[in-house]
Nanobody, 114 residues
Framework: VQLQASGGGLVQAGGSLRLSCAASGSHFSIYDMGWYRQAPGKQRELVATITRGADTNYADSAKGRFTISRDNAKNTVYLQMNSLKVEDTAVYFC?????????WGQGTQVTVSS
């Protein structure tokens, strides 16, 4: 599976962005999907995941502000980000997981200004 993330940009603190990750290939619905982020000088960290059964999980930093969702008909996973903070600034990556395999997209930059 190949992943293409989009939707990043520059936004003021308190604003919103919606990230999208489009997957190519078939059988998108069998993958667990996730969003991760990596800020400069920091390790990549989990933001949110959604299983193929649509169960969701969020990092504490994302709870109550971010929502992950998927549209299997469009082979796309979304991350709606509200009430953005300066510390949310990072490159955001989408990930597809199936058993022991992980696939990564190229990342999209999110910059939150104060």
């Amino acid at each position: 599976v190949q992943l293409q993330a989009s939707g990043g940009g520059l936004v003021q603190a308190g604003g919103s962005l919606r990230l999208s990750c489009a997957a190519s290939g078939s059988h998108f619905s069998i993958y667990d999907m996730g969003w991760y982020r990596q800020a400069p000088g920091k390790q990549r960290e989990l933001v949110a995941t959604i299983t193929r059964g649509a169960d969701t999980n969020y990092a504490d930093s994302a709870k109550g502000r971010f929502t992950i969702s998927r549209d299997n008909a469009k082979n796309t996973v979304y991350l709606q980000m509200n009430s953005l903070k300066v510390e949310d600034t990072a490159v955001y990556f989408c990930e597809a997981a199936l058993m022991a395999y992980q696939y990564w997209g190229q990342g999209t930059q999110v910059t939150v200004s104060s």
